[in-house]
């Protein structure tokens, strides 16, 4: 079964360091996998996503993150974090049936808070 | 509109009753999604709605969910009969393409639903 990982509950960075939101994956076939974030009380807002070609990808905020296909993750970073990124952040990899071929489900996994310390 | 609008934002309910929420979706977007988020189990797929085909109802918990899109466009999630375990935030979203072509589902703010 397809499956995403996200392995802290939390994470918390100084205002201005860097920052990382792991994500691993288990899927058949080509993985394509999405970074969402969601502010309290509000809906999830698209980051980036990963499809084919170059391993790093940029997103919307100064986001970025990179697809590692021997390690199967990919995991959201920023240079320099800000207090405003303060979120829950979610993974997600498109389904695919166990006979192979792919749906139109995201699976997604269980958030992360991030919490950014002035 | 500029994005996924979903009503009513809040919605509290009896134990019983039927509660309908409303889904808007993003215009030219054939695709559209119903999830569920709560605390016990994260966010969940309900249902698929991709143009005149037949929906992937392959999420819904039970058959006291249902969901329909009238037009290819507005689309309603009806819960019968709610039960405390039905509260949580339902999100609709909507996609340009399928996501199995790498297509990027936008989300709504979600209706929240309280069952009392």
């Known amino acids: 079964a397809q499956s995403v990982a996200q392995p802290e509950d939390q994470v918390k960075v100084a205002e201005g360091n860097p920052l990382t939101v792991k994500c691993t994956y288990s899927?058949?076939?080509?993985?394509?996998l999405f970074w969402y974030v969601q502010y309290p009380n509000r809906g999830l807002q698209f980051l980036l996503k990963?499809?084919?070609?170059?391993?790093l990808v940029k997103g919307s905020y100064g986001f970025e993150a990179e697809f590692n296909k021997s390690q199967t993750s990919f995991h959201l970073k920023k240079p320099s974090a800000l207090v405003s990124d303060s979120a829950l952040y979610f993974c997600?990899?498109?389904?695919?049936?166990?006979?192979?071929?792919?749906?139109?489900?995201?699976?997604f996994g269980t958030g992360t808070l991030l919490a950014v310390q002035p | 509109g500029a994005g996924v609008s979903q009503s009513p934002s809040n919605k509290v309910t009896e134990k019983g009753k039927d509660v309908e929420l409303r889904c808007d979706p993003i215009?030219?977007?054939?695709?559209l999604y119903w999830y569920r988020q709560s605390l016990g189990q994260g966010l969940e797929f309900l249902i698929y709605?991709?143009?005149?085909?037949?929906?992937?109802k392959s999420g819904l918990p039970s058959d006291r969910f249902s969901a329909e899109r009238t037009g290819g466009s507005v689309s309603t999630l009806t819960i019968q009969r709610t039960q405390q375990e039905d509260s949580a935030v339902y999100l609709c979203?909507?996609?340009?393409?399928?996501?199995?072509?790498?297509?990027?589902?936008?989300f709504g703010e979600g209706s929240w639903l309280t069952v009392v």
């Open positions: 990963y499809i084919t070609g170059d391993n």
């Open positions: 709605f991709q143009g005149n085909s037949a929906p992937d």
């Open positions: 215009s030219g977007h054939t695709a």
């Open positions: 997600a990899v498109r389904d695919s049936r166990e006979y192979g071929g792919a749906t139109n489900k995201l699976i």
């Open positions: 979203a909507s996609s340009h393409g399928q996501v199995s072509f790498g297509n990027t589902i936008y």
């Open positions: 899927v058949s076939g080509n993985p394509y």
